[in-house]
């Protein structure tokens, strides 16, 4: 599945996307910040505050309980500030 | 006649005026246009900002926006809107987002033009980075901005 990350994700991250294909027994948007965070410094520093990440799933914002499966692409960023 | 929705994300700066003029042309059941531009402020509590660059989600930002807009035409009878959001980087005194909101009567315009932008705050995928003189920081979102959004979900 394709990730990609938004604002200060994306900085401390160091990248604005990338294809992954997480392991067995990662299900959930919440499963898939824990194993990224274990992916080296730059995950752990972009998710150390995992209540504060907001995910979108295919172009939709989901909740961390949110399901994985099936997903194409799936989004990681701050609180938005638009407006 | 049909309402109509226009939803564009675009770096250049838009005219407020000819926005609304093109959603009322030729019309005869508008009664009522509410418009809200959102400016690039010179400060943010008491700090002097240089700019903002606004990043966006390309694709979601723009099923977003028209997800609420297409929300707030079955809440309320719209006969048009228009809502323009700018990313890059905008000064102080630039344009940064439009909302035009067109019904028969007043209230309609009103309420929806106020949805949308508590909405556009809070939900649609935008980030601001201020630059200012000691360097460049994200904008943090505010609770207030949340709690505005979150009155239109009480019926």
Redesign the interface.
């Known amino acids: 599945m394709k990730l990609k990350y938004f604002a200060w994700v994306r900085e401390r991250v160091g990248l604005s996307e990338e294809t992954v294909e997480p392991p067995a027994g990662v299900h959930t948007i919440g499963d898939l910040i824990a194993w990224l965070s274990g992916r080296g410094e730059s995950y752990a520093h972009a998710f150390e505050r995992p209540k504060v990440i907001r995910a979108a799933i295919d172009h939709v914002h989901v909740r961390p309980d949110a399901a994985i499966t099936g997903a194409r692409e799936i989004a990681f960023f701050p609180p938005m500030t638009g407006g | 006649m049909t309402a109509i929705i226009t939803v564009r994300i675009q770096e250049a700066d838009f005219d407020a005026a000819r926005e609304i003029a093109a959603l009322t042309k030729g019309r005869t059941d508008i009664g009522a246009v509410v418009s809200f531009s959102?400016i690039c402020r010179g400060n943010d509590d008491g700090a002097s900002i240089a700019a903002l660059t606004?990043?966006?989600?390309p694709?979601?930002a723009e099923?977003?926006i028209m997800r609420h807009a297409h929300e707030a035409m079955a809440r309320w009878p719209l006969n048009g809107l228009t809502i323009i959001?700018r990313v890059g980087r905008i000064t102080p005194g630039e344009n940064?987002?439009l909302v035009v909101t067109a019904s028969s009567h007043r209230q309609a315009a009103f309420h929806a033009a106020e949805f949308l932008?508590d909405y556009?705050?809070?939900?649609?995928?935008?980030?601001?980075?201020e630059e200012s003189g000691a360097g460049t920081s994200?904008?943090?979102?505010r609770a207030h901005?949340d709690a505005a959004a979150a009155r239109w979900t009480k019926s």
Not at chain 2, 54 to 57: A, G, P
Not at chain 2, 138 to 141: D, I, N, P, R
């Open positions: 959102g606004l990043e966006h989600y694709g979601m099923a977003e959001h940064i987002v932008m556009l705050k809070t939900s649609a995928p935008f980030w601001k980075r994200w904008v943090e979102a901005d």
